[in-house]
């Protein structure tokens, strides 16, 4: 049984390029089960959130549903932040996903009750993924040093991307049910998730630790601590930036599929468009499973963390520059679902490793107001740029030349970023060899 069970984990090992030492496979476990668990609450809750709301308010609502989510995180956050100074991060973070569960309790009964919960669930749900995602990553940045993290860290993500396909499946294969009753299973998987952060606290000694003296802790709310530290500040940047491009080409993939379907007559247009984001979505979803389990921890062992900071800005200056040339459908197609895939596997575990020489207080404070806040900044620029475009008239080829701009800057961004990030790096050794007893 034991050369089975090793046989399997080098078998795994070599698959994803990642090495797992002796003693690492239960925290490993931990990690990729409970980010699975997680990515298939969410995508479940993803799929049936359209239906919800565009059956009780429409595609107007909508829109003022993501404006909402970014004013109330303003809000939230700092309360976040407080709540980081006050209590073990161990509790907190298991207090907010009983919060969410009570939550998802809440619409259940709504829901049975007549009330169209659609609106605040589509808000609701806005926060929890970023939050709940943003809570994982700060724990798996607060419990693995920075070289085991980098190791590690592409095996735990791929667990991410495996439960966002088999969320999907569940819901896709569900969704004729009454919505209320996958909102059911998905409080159920979330109490799975809280006993597994529980679980993996304990594992690493994390559960017994105490709560440092006042002195010790840094009282600053997680946007001070991003404006005060020039390496955060890089990295929010970069968050702000990627998204504003992503969501711009999102939009302009939409126009052209908009006008791709009104060549076509009235009674084919909705199934074109079905079933044309059926396949994209489909293609994205494989090509992020291959990158995320093929190529990323193979390509941190190549480029290191820098070096792969690079990688998806200088493809979208090529990508969005080859739209501006030549915008047509299957080309921007092509490009979204490069980028796209390339963004959900490399550039998010890239995101989540930036954490792993930051204090305690920035993995928690500070990366929870990154990846909330300057997320949602980033698709509301677009969307005001949207707004600007239309009234300009932009076409395309516009927004495509907005895209390639941005991409300059994000090239920019990005080796600013590596660079501080050697330097932190660097800072970070010199304080441990000063630390280091000397031998006599």
Known sequence: ????????????????????????????????????????????????????????????ERSYARGLQAALLLLLIPAYGMMANRFEPSRMVKWIMGIFVVSLGVFVTLGQLGVHVGFPFF???????????????SLANDVMNEADGKRLFPMVAAGGTLGGIFGSQIAARLIDGHPLQLMVVAAAILLVCAVLTHLTYAATGHAEKITAAPAERDQRGGFTLILHDRYLLWVALSVFILNFVNTTGDFLLAQLVNAKAHTLPVSEQRSFIGAFYGDFQTYISVLTSLVQILVVSRIFKALGIGGALLLLPVFALSG?????????????????????????????????????????????????????????????????????????????????????????????IALRLRNSSKAKTAAQAGERQARAPLVV
């Open 320 to 412: 969005y520059t080859l739209a501006a040339t030549l915008p047509l459908l299957g080309l921007v197609a092509t490009v979204k679902v490069i980028e796209n895939s390339t963004d959900y596997s490399l550039q998010n575990t890239i995101q989540q490793a930036l954490f792993l020489p930051t204090s305690r207080d920035a993995k928690y404070k500070a990366k929870a107001a990154i990846d909330t806040m300057f997320v949602r900044l980033g698709d509301l620029a677009s969307t005001g740029l949207v707004f600007v475009g239309a009234q300009l008239g932009l076409g395309v080829v516009g927004y495509s030349v907005v895209n390639v701009v941005a991409s300059v800057a994000w090239i920019w």
């Open 123 to 137: 808000v609701w749900l806005g926060i929890f993924s970023t939050l709940s995602i943003a809570q994982f990553w």
């Open 1 to 60: 049984m034991n050369k089975l069970v090793r046989r399997v984990t080098r078998s795994v090992e070599r698959l994803v390029g990642s090495e797992v030492r002796a003693g690492e496979w239960r925290i490993v476990l931990l990690f990729f089960g409970n980010l699975f668990l997680l990515l298939t609450a969410y995508y479940i809750l993803k799929v049936i959130r359209e239906p919800l709301i565009l059956l009780e308010g429409g595609a107007i």
